[in-house]
């Protein structure tokens, strides 16, 4: 087993649907880990990754990087392997640190369809891609890891659960075995019914697949993207009421083993930085990233339920 002596974390964020927020909650994991780091707290992190899968096409390219900066952008799909170094964009937050935030980025308007050598034909059949993709990511994750820093990886994905999704996943729990690599598993939702409905579908349909014995630290995160809480407080006919909403998540799971539920509060700050003429570049709006107490520490687990 190789072990650098250090606690490394990989946090893969997924969703059953596009528009749920999904990037932000990543962003979010990642923007509060370098604020800690920063400070000396948390877990300490000295890189910090953010690495767009998301093969629909993300828009952090736009977010995190000035417009005079983007054209030095190095995407991760327009790279050989062996240049794993310089994917690594440093994301400038506007403060002096020893911790660095890195987004390892798809280009957002590539058509994903490129050519892949092998034994000197050329292959474009979908699997192939996939597993070469599979191989480049895991590559470049163990890269990283034998640095020697301590390293965190948000990975950020295509929503749904598709093979290359499962894959990775699959992967990344051997790499937890090989490394000292802890693996969390976050799937949002927002309170939209079908959304939430999907998601506990997907989740079961998925139960085979997913549940091999192999301890989980999986979150399911209720996001309030729509102040959901804050139209409740104003309409005496809207009822919110999130634990409530969690318990019933979980009686309907097949697997709870491990599973939290996790709250995450309506953030204007975030919201309003991304309103066309009133956007706030990310170096002045970390604090809207930060991930609140409450989501942290507050949740609801089958074992709470159980025992009350």
């Not at 820093?149 to 075995?177: A, Q, T």
């Not at 997907?202 to 139960?207: A, E, S």
């Amino acid at each position: 087993m190789s072990d650098n002596g250090k606690k490394n974390k990989l946090i893969m964020v997924n969703s059953f649907k596009g528009g749920t927020g999904k990037t932000s909650v990543a962003l979010s994991q990642c923007i509060y880990n370098w604020k800690m780091s920063s400070e000396g707290g948390g877990e300490n992190y000295q890189d910090i990754f953010f690495v767009d899968i998301d093969r629909l096409g993300t828009s952090l390219a736009y977010s995190l990087f000035l417009e005079k900066d983007r054209k030095a952008i190095h995407y991760f799909d327009e790279y050989p392997e062996k240049t794993f170094d310089i994917i690594c964009n440093e994301v400038n937050l506007g403060e002096q640190s020893g911790n660095k935030l890195y987004a390892v980025l798809l280009n957002p308007v590539a058509k994903r369809k490129q050519d892949y050598m092998i034994r000197g034909r050329l292959q474009q059949h979908e699997v192939v891609k996939q597993d070469i993709f599979i191989e480049r990511l895991l590559s470049f994750i163990k890269k990283c890891i034998n640095t020697g820093e301590r390293s965190l990886f948000v990975v950020d994905c295509s929503p749904g659960l598709s093979d290359l999704e499962r894959g990775l996943l699959e992967e990344f729990y051997r790499l937890k075995g090989e490394y000292s690599l802890l693996i969390e598993e976050i799937y949002v939702t927002t309170f939209d019914a079908s959304q939430i409905r999907k998601t506990i579908e997907c989740l079961n349909d998925c139960f085979d697949y997913l549940h091999k014995g192999t301890k989980r630290d999986v979150s399911i995160v209720l996001n309030d993207l729509h102040n959901c809480q804050g139209l409740s407080r104003d309409k005496d006919t809207i009822i919110f009421d999130w634990e409530d909403t969690a318990k019933k998540i979980l009686d309907k799971l097949k697997d709870r083993t491990g599973v939290k539920i996790r709250f995450k509060q309506y953030e204007s700050g975030q919201l309003k930085s991304c309103i066309i003429e009133n956007e706030r570049h990310i170096s002045n709006n970390t604090n809207s990233y930060t991930l609140q107490q409450e989501y942290r520490n507050g949740y609801i687990s089958i074992e709470q339920v159980e025992g009350q």
